[in-house]
């Protein structure tokens, strides 16, 4: 394994490879892995544009013969409508179980991409091109994939992991500043979970210049986590820090705020929260806070207490009277905490008194 691939140890095992340049050798990365030489790239309409000529001519070349759909940009393409749309479009072009579907866009194409290789035929290969940072640092690692339903994001999807991964670093390069800044949430995150040594390149700033050291960083520690509990029964479920408070700031927003801005508020709130309530050594909150803001990240929610607490206990994490909530105690040592519903609220209380 070289220095820019990571390998990682869930499904049939796979590569993940972050770097530049990657998407036009793509081609020659993957014939030597699929079975087949057919293809279908599913995307997005912006990514259509600016990468989909690139991903295209170099399967192509290669001697994949190369089909695409592609989608309108956005969240609210993510539905078992434009699900069912693609299944229809795999069928028609009647792609066999030996074939495989590329996922080339952010986290919406890579979530419902990977769940139509999931039921198509009873599941076909399929391997992500992610092009977002949160779809590098994050969502195309690890095999979830899901469609929103009308009463929740991502309520129905599977688990598969992908055959492969491929980042390509120069693709972030037209990433508007905010949804690069959604990306830079999930990778604060995982260096949280990570421990000092990479939450210090966060606060140093190092982490701008040395993008493609930053994914590698989050994938692995990802990676290591999905390794020891693919399907989320346990550890896993560390990776939600900052998200039930996060979804909850999602939901009361009508998902105007993007998950990564979301989620950072909610990753905000909890370390304030863990301060207060004497869970964690300090310094803490500050730190993170001051990471969130280097980030162009929020890092206080415009909604209160009770509305918060609301939307979070609708959660579909919540387990009868209970929700597991992932509470950082220091850098590098979170852990999950059972509660019951009703301390939810008290817990929020904490993590949003004392405004300055
Ligand atoms: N499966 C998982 O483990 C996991 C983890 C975290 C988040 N998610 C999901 O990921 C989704 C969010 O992902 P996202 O933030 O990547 O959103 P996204 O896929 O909607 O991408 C955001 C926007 O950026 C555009 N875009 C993509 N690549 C671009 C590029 N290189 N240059 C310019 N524009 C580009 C897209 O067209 C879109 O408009 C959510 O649905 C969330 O639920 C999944
Ligand atoms: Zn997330």
């Not at 393409?77 to 952010?106: H, M, P, V």
């Amino acid at each position: 394994m070289d220095k820019h691939s990571v390998q990682i140890k869930a499904g049939q095992g796979y590569k993940v490879s972050v770097g530049s340049g990657l998407l036009t050798q793509c081609g020659q990365d993957l014939v030597a892995l699929l079975p087949s030489r057919r293809i279908a790239i599913i995307t997005d309409s912006t990514v259509e544009k600016l990468y989909l000529p690139a991903a295209r001519s170099s399967l192509e070349q290669a001697g994949f013969q190369v089909s695409s759909f592609s989608f309108p940009a956005g969240e609210s393409s993510k539905t078992i409508y434009t699900l069912a749309q693609i299944l229809e479009f795999l069928a028609a072009q009647q792609l066999t179980r030996q074939d495989c579907l590329a996922a080339l866009g952010g986290g919406v194409v890579g979530d419902i991409t990977g769940f139509a290789a999931g039921c198509y035929l009873r599941g076909i290969h399929y391997v992500q091109l992610p092009t977002t940072l949160l779809a590098a640092v994050d969502s195309s690692v690890g095999g979830k994939t899901a469609v929103d339903l009308r009463a929740g994001k991502n309520l129905a999807g599977l688990f598969i992991q992908p055959a492969a991964v491929i980042c390509d670093t120069d693709c972030l390069a037209t990433l508007p500043p905010a949804i690069l800044a959604d990306g830079m949430a999930e990778a604060v995150k995982t260096a949280i979970l990570s421990g000092e040594a990479m939450f210090a390149r966060f606060e140093s700033g190092q982490i701008e210049a040395q993008q493609a050291e930053m994914i590698l960083d989050c994938v692995r520690c990802k990676g290591a986590i999905v390794e020891a509990d693919e399907f989320e029964n346990g550890p896993r479920q560390l990776l939600n820090l900052g998200h039930t408070i996060g979804h909850a700031v999602e939901k009361c927003s009508n998902y105007q705020i993007t998950h990564g801005h979301a989620v950072a508020i909610g990753t905000a709130i909890i370390s304030r929260a863990a301060e207060r309530l004497g869970f964690c050594r300090l310094p803490l909150a500050q730190r993170i806070e001051a990471v969130l803001r280097r980030c162009n990240l929020p890092i206080h929610s415009p909604f209160g207490v009770e509305e918060l607490a609301a939307a979070a206990l609708v959660d579909k994490k919540r387990r009868g009277n209970k929700l597991t909530l992932v509470i950082p105690h220091s850098i590098g040592d979170c852990r999950l905490h059972q509660i019951e519903i009703e301390q939810l609220a008290t817990i929020i209380q904490a993590g949003m008194e004392d405004w300055a």
